[in-house]
């Protein structure tokens, strides 16, 4: 390492002065609130909507629809072990028979 010449530690003493002058003339309020980077539209509320039989059944059906899918993925996969496939083929059944009486 070469020593430390004059030229150098002005140069060093000039931009640690800088830095202390400009942290200075900061602002000393902090926010409380996050930070933001860019802009986006305000959040809109959601339509207010009955929530009757219909929809509930839907929603039903749809669970049942997607587990029967989720199982066939994973399925698919080779992510159950033989031990567990009794078990898994139940569950399988089951939701496919809960879809059947929603739908």
């Not at 049942?64 to 083929?89: K, N, Q, S």
Request: glycine share 8%; with cysteine; net charge negative.
């Amino acid at each position: 390492m070469s020593p430390l010449s004059r030229r150098a530690l002005l140069r060093s003493g000039g931009v640690l002065s800088l830095g202390a002058i400009v942290a200075a003339c900061g602002d000393r309020q902090v926010s409380q609130a996050p930070g933001r980077v860019g802009n986006v539209p305000p959040v809109t509320d959601l339509p207010q909507g009955d929530v009757d039989d219909l929809a509930l059944l839907r929603t039903a059906s749809s669970l049942e629809f997607t587990a029967i899918e989720v199982y066939r993925i994973v399925t698919a996969a080779g992510l159950v072990d033989d031990a567990y496939m009794t078990p898994f083929e139940r569950f399988v059944s089951d939701h496919q028979e809960h879809a059947e009486l929603l739908s």
